[in-house]
């Protein structure tokens, strides 16, 4: 059984599950790590794809999308020159849709160049089972042929349930199943952090981490 | 299992997931390969009691587009010309696995009596002069699109109200979204009932055309009258049709619309409905995404995220 490490204050614990876990969640990732990690991230592309003059950054929805978005800033900078980047929702394409009600489907943003011919690098915050990722591929397959697709993701957790790995990881942490990874952005919580705390309670049948954002679906 | 057999079950939250899921979908329609793997495995059987081309393909695009399995079947020729009830019909739908019934019948409250009898979700695709939710929905998705929004907007319904199951499903969902609907039709075509609707009526089309944003334009319903609603198709076009020059006289920006299928002169004219300001074809391509979001919202998950609970 993990330990119940908590931040700083020790909050009492009681509260609802989910304010529970997010109290008792402690920071792995601030935002200046954060930042630094996305910057290397953004080197290594270029490395990898020689300058990157054919790539397009596709976020995956919620939180890889502004992800997405600061990594292309960031390749721009380097290089001078705009990099295309959209989002991909996976939602019509998860292997899970009748474990669970009907869910709001998020935006699917190609750039007007399309994909085809381009190497698609995948943004993603958590990587777990790696569903996901095989969902994404799948979606990817319908909108067109890219020459080539590489996965970029902010925290990689391990637990992997597909033959599926990362190209660029921003963070190794390896976690229990019994532990919960959350990340916050800028963008849409108000703060950059990477948090490790214990998973709520299970609900129903769903599998340890099929229960929100944070988690790789 | 939920179902969708009236407009007015939808909540607000509701009716803008439908709307926002339908934008989302329309996307599909664009793509070279027009397909979603979301409901592989289910079957959807489009059960027409009633004629309806326009209506069956759409459900029947909608339903291909996500995988699903369609079976069409159309009360001529079946054994409901032998004299077989909806419900034997609906059990034999059961053992056939249905998980989605799209229903299309002559009778009002068909499709809630059908909604006790099968296990998957009912879809009302139109009851006799009851309700039809999905134009209702595709009717507001369209506005919205054109308009940029519906809160506030003044939609003039125009037409035989009495017999249209448009009239009464756009109502309710407009309302419920905010819109500002006025009802406009000579007396005799006007429900008895209509003053609990929540809208306004007209009985002049020229009146209320210069306030309105959107005129939707509904088709005389011959089929469906049996006694004498109006003097001459002739009076009726000159009162309540729309031509060029009550056209000219709507606000520079308002769109027309209509449901289809029309009788061109009658109703509407030729040039008006051919005019950019017309939403008539916009309106069938956005019922494909439309439907397409309903589906997915009732049978996609293990829980319909829309529809109201049938015993």
Redesign the interface.
């Known amino acids: 059984m993990c330990a119940q490490k908590r931040t700083g204050g020790g909050e009492k614990v009681g509260g609802p599950p989910a304010r529970r876990s997010a109290e008792d969640a402690r920071a792995v990732l601030e935002g200046p790590e954060i930042n630094r990690a996305l910057t290397r991230i953004a080197h290594e592309v270029l490395e990898r794809t020689k300058g990157g003059a054919d790539i397009t950054l596709l976020g995956i929805p919620s939180r890889g999308v502004p992800l997405a978005h600061r990594l292309a800033r960031r390749i721009e900078q380097v290089e001078d020159r705009a990099v295309p980047r959209g989002s991909l929702?996976i939602t019509?394409?998860r292997d899970d849709?009748?474990?669970?009600?009907?869910?709001?489907?998020?935006?699917?943003d190609i750039p007007a160049e399309g994909i085809d011919g381009r190497v698609v690098v995948l943004v993603d915050d958590v990587l777990f089972s790696g569903r996901t990722v095989r969902a994404a591929l799948?979606a990817l397959n319908?909108?067109?042929r890219p020459r080539a697709v590489q996965l970029a993701t902010l925290v990689d957790r391990g637990h992997r349930e597909l033959p599926i790995r990362a190209d660029y990881v921003g963070k190794n942490l390896p976690t229990s199943l019994r532990e919960k990874v959350t990340v916050l952005l800028e963008e849409t919580d108000g703060r950059d952090a990477v948090l490790l705390g214990p998973a709520g309670p299970r609900i129903g049948h769903a599998a340890p981490a099929a229960d929100g954002a944070e988690v790789d679906r | 299992m939920r179902h969708l057999l009236s407009a007015g079950d939808l909540s607000r939250d509701e009716a803008v997931?439908v709307l926002?899921?339908a934008k989302?979908?329309a996307?599909v329609g664009d793509?070279?390969?027009k397909?979603?793997?979301?409901l592989r495995g289910r079957t959807v059987v489009n059960l027409f009691y009633e004629d309806s081309t326009r209506t069956r393909i759409s459900f029947e695009a909608a339903a291909k587009r996500?995988s699903a399995d369609v079976l069409n079947f159309s009360a001529k020729g079946s054994s409901v010309s032998k004299g077989e009830s909806l419900k034997d019909t609906a059990l034999t739908l059961q053992a056939m696995g249905a998980d989605g019934v799209v229903i299309r019948h002559g009778s009002s409250g068909a499709a809630r009596r059908l909604a006790n009898w099968v296990e998957g979700a009912v879809l009302n695709a139109g009851d006799g002069t009851h309700e039809h939710p999905t134009q209702a929905l595709l009717d507001a998705y369209t506005m919205r699109e054109r308009m940029g929004r519906l809160e506030g907007l003044r939609v003039a319904v125009v037409g035989d109200v009495l017999h249209s199951r448009v009239a009464r499903s756009n109502v309710l969902l407009l309302h419920t979204l905010g819109a500002e609907v006025t009802l406009v039709a000579p007396p005799t075509l006007l429900p008895v009932s209509v003053g609990t609707w929540p809208c306004a009526v007209s009985y002049d089309l020229d009146e209320v055309l210069p306030k309105s944003d959107v005129v939707m334009m509904l088709r005389v319903q011959a089929e469906r009258m049996n006694d004498a609603f109006f003097p001459t198709a002739r009076e009726y076009s000159r009162r309540y049709g729309l031509d060029r020059d009550r056209f000219a006289r709507m606000p520079d920006d308002a769109i027309v619309m209509h449901p289809g299928p029309m009788i061109r002169g009658m109703e509407i004219s030729a040039e008006v409905a051919d005019s950019p300001r017309s939403t008539i074809t916009e309106q069938v391509a956005n019922g494909v995404s439309v439907r397409m979001a309903v589906l997915?919202?009732?049978?996609?998950?293990?829980?319909?995220?829309i529809g109201n609970q049938e015993g």
């Open positions: 929702d019509m394409y849709l009748r474990l669970a009600p009907a869910r709001a489907l998020g935006r699917t799948d319908d909108l067109g | 997931l926002d899921t989302e979908l996307q793509r070279s390969v397909k979603l793997p979301t996500m997915y919202l009732l049978l996609g998950g293990s829980e319909s995220a």
